[in-house]
Nanobody, 127 residues
């Protein structure tokens, strides 16, 4: 059974940093593209960043330069380092597994192309 367990959320002040983790199991983690999404209250799910196996990474303009995705394939772990956090970053953050090994272009940003999701971890940015 494919399982994703996200953790690391919490309350942080504007300008602060937070690191999220996602523990994966039940599939060949190193072979699959993985992404982070978030969903703010009253909004749809927003794609943030993708990492293809041990290869390239891409990020949404809204978080580029502030958020960094990484993974440890030996530990089946996905990470999201978030710096310079803003109140508008407040949301529930999700890790997700792409439905096939690799994605291309805008397909990587489409939540419908992901077939497994973590339970979400809440990040609140507030003073």
């Amino acid at each position: 059974e494919v399982q994703l367990q996200a953790s690391g959320g919490g309350l942080v002040q504007p300008g602060g940093s937070l690191s999220l983790s996602c523990a994966a199991s039940g599939f060949n983690f190193r072979s699959y593209t993985m992404s982070w999404f978030r969903q703010a209250p009253g909004s749809g799910r927003e794609w943030l960043s993708v990492m293809v196996s041990s290869g390239p990474t891409f990020a949404a303009d809204s978080v580029k330069g502030r958020f960094t995705i990484s993974r440890d394939n030996a530990k089946n772990m996905l990470y999201l380092q978030m710096n310079s956090l803003k109140p508008e970053d407040t949301a529930v953050y999700y890790c997700a597994k792409y439905r096939v090994n690799r994605c291309v272009g805008d397909a990587c940003k489409n939540a419908n192309n992901y077939d497994a999701w973590g339970q979400g971890t809440l990040v609140t940015v507030s003073s």
